[in-house]
C-alpha cells in the first residue's frame, strides 16, 4: 500500500514537472517574443500575470531590458504641487475615502484666491507644473474648471496646468451643457496643459458597477480620453488595481490602452496605482470579498508587465510612491519603471485611504533616492521633457512644506 501511495506521489511530481515546463516554455516563447519588439497580446499578458518561480525574474530582467532600450538610465521626476480643490463629491465610489458630503466634518472648497496662493508657492519652491482635482461637488459652477486655470495663469503664465479628470470633465461638460470636445476645447484656450487619466480604475463593466455604479463607464472614460488627444490635450494613463479584480481585467486594460494609444498618440506615461484599503469604503464594508491590496509580487509584476505590454508605444511607466513608499518605489527603478512621479508638496486622496508614505518627496530626495539605485536623476517636464540633469550637481535643497514630525522617507538609504 506504500507502495502504491509513492509511486502516486512520484506520477504527480512528474505531471507536475511537465505543466510547469510547458508553461516556462510558454513564458519563454513570449518574452523572447517582447525582446525583439514583437507585441504580446492579451491572452500572453494573463500567462505572464499568471507566472511562477524563475519565470517571475524572468519577466522582470526582460522589462528592464525594454526599458533601457526605451530611454535608458536616466530617471526621471517632475517638481510640482497637488492641489485638490474639493473633497465634496456625491460620487460614492465605493473605493474611495477622500470624498465627503456637503456640510460633513472636514469637507471643504478652497477659493480661487486660495488656489492661485498655493500655486504662487509651488513656482517658488520651483514647481512647474500644478495637478489638480477634485470631488464632484454638487454645487459648484461648470465654469469652475475654467475660472481655475485662468486665475493661475493670469499670474503665473509659464505654469503647467495638469488638471481634471475624465470624471470631471464629464461632470463639467454636463453641467455647461456642452459636448466634450467643446468644453475641453475651452479649458485648452484658458490654458489647460494636459490631463491626469485617472478614474479610469479597470476599465470593465462588471467591475466598474461594483466600484462606481459605472457612473463614468468605460466607454465615457475613452471617448474623453480620446477627444483631449484629439485637441492636442497629452494625458497620462492609469490602472488602480489589486480590489476586486484579478488578471484577465489586468491585461485588457492595458490592451486597451495600447489600443488607444496606438490611435492617439496622446499618453504620456502609465502609472500603476495599488489600491490602498485601509480606510477605503470598498474594503471597510466587504473586507471578506474586497482584497488587502496587491501583493508585492502582483506590485512588481503589474509594472514589469506594463513596460512589455505597452513596449514601443509608451515609453514611460511611473512609480507612485505615494502608494508603495520610497523604498518599494525604487526597487521598481530595476524591472522596467523609469519615473518616479511628482514631488507633489500635498497629497490628500491617498493618504485619505489608508497611505502613510507622507506629502511630498523633494528634489534633493529625489535625486539620492534615484543615484542610489545606481541611475541618472533628471528633472523632466509634465511631457517628458527633460530640464535638467543631475550627473554632477544637486538640486536646491529645500526643507519639505509641510512638516513631517520627524518621519524621515529616506530613513532607508540613510
Known sequence: ????????????????????????????????????????????????????????????????????????????????????????????????????????????LLSLENIVTRSIEAWDRGATEVCIQGGLHPKISGDIYRNIIKSIKKVLPDMHIHAFSPFEVWYGSSKKKLDYKTFLNDLKDCGLGSMPGTAAEILDIEIRNKLTKNKLSSEQWIDIIKTAHSLKIPTSATIMYGHIDNPE?????????????????????????????????????????????????????????SRIMLNGWINNIQASWTKLGPEFAQKLLKIGVN????????????????????????????????????????????????????????????????????????????
Open 249 to 305: 481585467h489586468w491585461a485588457m486594460h492595458l490592451s486597451i490602452i495600447r489600443d488607444i494609444q496606438k490611435e492617439t498618440g496622446g499618453f504620456t506615461e502609465l502609472v500603476p496605482l495599488s489600491f490602498v484599503y485601509k480606510d477605503s469604503p470598498l474594503y471597510l464594508e466587504n473586507p471578506e470579498y474586497v482584497r488587502k491590496g496587491p501583493s508585492t509580487e502582483e506590485i512588481k509584476k503589474m509594472h514589469a508587465i
Open 339 to 414: 519615473d518616479l512621479g511628482g514631488t507633489l508638496m500635498n497629497e490628500s486622496i491617498s493618504r485619505s485611504a489608508g497611505s502613510n508614505f507622507g506629502q511630498e518627496i523633494t528634489a534633493m530626495e529625489m535625486v539620492k533616492i534615484i543615484r542610489n539605485a545606481d541611475k541618472i536623476p533628471a528633472r523632466r517636464s509634465t511631457i517628458y521633457k527633460i530640464c535638467e540633469t543631475y550627473e554632477s550637481h544637486d538640486p536646491k535643497n529645500l526643507a519639505p512644506l509641510v512638516s513631517r514630525k520627524g518621519n524621515d522617507p529616506l530613513k532607508f538609504i540613510n
Open 1 to 108: 500500500m506504500r507502495k502504491i501511495f509513492s509511486d502516486l506521489e512520484n506520477s504527480f511530481k512528474r505531471k507536475e514537472e511537465i505543466i510547469y515546463s510547458d508553461s516556462s516554455l510558454k513564458i519563454e516563447k513570449i518574452l523572447s517574443k517582447a525582446i525583439s519588439d514583437y507585441e504580446i497580446s492579451k491572452e500572453e499578458a494573463i500567462a505572464l500575470f499568471k507566472s511562477k518561480g524563475d519565470d517571475i525574474l524572468k519577466i522582470y530582467s526582460v522589462a528592464d531590458d525594454l526599458r533601457s532600450k526605451s530611454v535608458g538610465s536616466k530617471v526621471t521626476f517632475v517638481v510640482n504641487r497637488n492641489i485638490n480643490f474639493t473633497n465634496i463629491c456625491y460620487m460614492g465610489c465605493k473605493f474611495c475615502g477622500f470624498a465627503k458630503r456637503f456640510g460633513q466634518s472636514g469637507a471643504e
